[in-house]
């Protein structure tokens, strides 16, 4: 772990190097991960240039599902292993053309353990949890909310059909990780995505100053308020 930790902070570097902020997208198998991506890719392709890391046990079907928007892909199997290590990222970023990026999503192996417990060069986390996978997940498994910058409630348009809490899920969110944002979003048709992009290109801005922004305005985006302000969570219209 420590040892993770170090090449972490190396990422980190070369990173920050290049002016690139990493997203780790880290959720269970299904929760929507590649269709958060493609929609977020759709909302910022305009203001950053984006390429993706797919992490997958085996396959290549979601890298080829982003390479076909055209986006710089790369694929990452773990072979068997649960979660992906900073060493992985380390490796395989020389395949991306980090010249030429702004902004780079792994979607990491889908699982609400492991991924959590390994830094792997990233700027920001996104943990998904979807409707249909219930609302006592935070409480089965806190280091995945505990230990993020955001947490998307994906499938939102799923809540009518579920008996999923989503206020029980934030106050548990919000008890191991107070005050931090959280997104309602349907992932398929876009509703929440715009708010979502806009967190993002705020923590970009942040982090590299409003240069890092292509085209876009990134201050306006950094003031964009975080999903406290967004939907209430039981407005399931
Ligand atoms: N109704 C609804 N379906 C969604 C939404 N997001 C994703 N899906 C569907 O959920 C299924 C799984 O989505 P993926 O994006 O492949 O999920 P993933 O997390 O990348 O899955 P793995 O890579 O296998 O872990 C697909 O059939 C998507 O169309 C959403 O917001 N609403
Ligand atoms: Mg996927």
């Known amino acids: 772990m420590d040892w993770n930790e170090d090449v972490s902070q190396e990422v980190r570097e070369t990173l920050a190097g ?3 902020c990493m997203v780790n997208v880290m959720g269970s198998p299904g929760a929507g991960k590649t269709s958060m991506i493609t929609a977020l890719i759709g909302a910022l ?6 390429g993706v ?3 997958d046990i085996a396959g290549k079907i979601d890298a080829e599902r982003i390479a076909d928007l055209g986006i710089p892909t790369v694929q990452l199997n773990t072979d068997g292993a649960c979660h992906i290590e900073a060493m ?3 490796a ?3 395949e991306l053309p980090l010249d030429s990026l702004d902004l780079i999503f792994v979607e990491n192996i889908g699982n609400l353990v492991c991924p959590a417990e390994f830094r792997i060069g990233e700027s920001l986390r996104i943990t998904l949890l979807s409707i249909p996978e219930g609302d006592d997940k935070v409480e089965k498994y806190p280091l995945m909310f505990t230990d993020t910058d955001c947490l998307v409630l994906n499938k939102y348009d799923m809540l009518p059909y579920f008996d999923f809490d989503a206020e029980r899920v934030v106050a548990n969110y919000h008890t191991v990780n107070p005050g931090a944002p959280f997104f309602h979003v349907n992932s398929r048709d876009g509703e929440g995505v715009g708010e979502l992009a806009e967190f993002i290109a705020g923590k970009i801005s942040a982090a590299f100053g409003e240069d890092a922004a292509l085209t876009g305005d990134a201050t306006a985006a950094g003031e964009t308020a975080p999903a406290e302000e ?3 969570a039981d407005d399931r219209s």
Not at 45 to 50: G, L, V
């Open 18 to 20: 290049h002016k690139i």
């Open 45 to 50: 392709k305009d203001r950053f240039r984006i």
């Open 53 to 55: 890391i797919e992490g």
């Open 88 to 90: 992985s990222i380390r």
């Open 92 to 94: 395989i970023l020389p």
């Open 230 to 232: 967004a939907a209430p």
